[in-house]
T-cell receptor, first 112, second 117 residues
Framework: SQQGEEDPQALSIQEGENATMNCSYK?????LQWYRQNSGRGLVHLIL???NEREKHSGRLRVTLDTSKKSSSLLITASRAADTASYFC????????????WGLGTSLAVNP | EAGVTQSPTHLIKTRGQQATLRCSPI?????VYWYQQALGLGLQFLLW???????NRGNFPPRFSGRQFPNYSSELNVNALELEDSALYLC????????????????FGAGSRLTVL
């Protein structure tokens, strides 16, 4: 299967805590992206990290990429109740087919 | 700037009927993608159109089809509906094959929820 994998499947934390989600993939990639989905809605792009980058920050988000292990992690610091959502990683296949391989998502619940 | 718009928001059909879902991409985007998201599951890639042509297709039966119009809007058709077709259908757009090469960041619509009874 070309499906990416994410863990944990579900995560429940208290406001103010940090949340870490992991993503693994199987192919060579051009970049890896993280998206957020609020319940039953469309996805919103959060951050993109290129294959030649190791770490990237955007506000309270920190993404790391380890191409040798074919894995990435998303860290949300100082979480808020509004961060409650599902988070998906998507790896862009290297090559010309521009295929995005999606993870199954991590459901994050931030409790006030 | 208008985002990706999808219609209808909700659609209820019975088994065997046909459903048509529509999507308008962001202005300037020429690529349109369709995904199926069944309840509690991840995104399953359906179709990718770029500049009017089908570029890639996911592992779905032929009764799932679509097209892209000259204005880059797109339509997804599902024939002979089955109960398991009930899902949220998401459309996304991006810069085209040439302009977006190397990035392929998607902007999603809010989705069309299809219920098959």
């Amino acid at each position: 299967s070309q499906q990416g994998e994410e863990d944990p499947q579900a995560l429940s934390i208290q406001e103010g805590e940090n949340a870490t989600m992991n993503c693994s993939y199987k192919t060579s990639i051009n970049n890896l992206q993280w998206y957020r989905q609020n319940s039953g809605r469309g996805l919103v792009h959060l951050i993109l990290i290129r294959s030649n980058e190791r770490e990237k920050h955007s506000g309270r988000l920190r993404v790391t990429l380890d191409t040798s292990k074919k894995s990435s992690s998303l860290l949300i610091t100082a979480s808020r109740a509004a961060d409650t959502a599902s988070y998906f990683c998507a790896a862009l296949n290297a090559g010309n087919n521009r295929k995005l391989i999606w993870g199954l998502g991590t459901s994050l619940a931030v409790n006030p | 700037e208008a985002g990706v718009t999808q219609s209808p928001t909700h659609l209820i059909k019975t088994r065997g009927q046909q459903a048509t879902l529509r999507c308008s991409p962001i202005s300037g985007h020429t690529s349109v993608y369709w995904y199926q998201q069944a309840l509690g599951l991840g995104l399953q890639f359906l179709l990718w159109y770029d500049e009017g042509e089908e570029r890639n297709r996911g592992n779905f039966p032929p009764r799932f089809s679509g097209r892209q119009f000259p204005n880059y809007s797109s339509e997804l058709n599902v024939n002979a509906l089955e109960l398991e077709d009930s899902a949220l259908y998401l459309c996304a757009s991006s810069l085209g094959w040439r302009e977006g090469l190397g990035a392929n960041v998607l902007t999603f619509g809010a989705g069309s929820r299809l219920t098959v009874l």
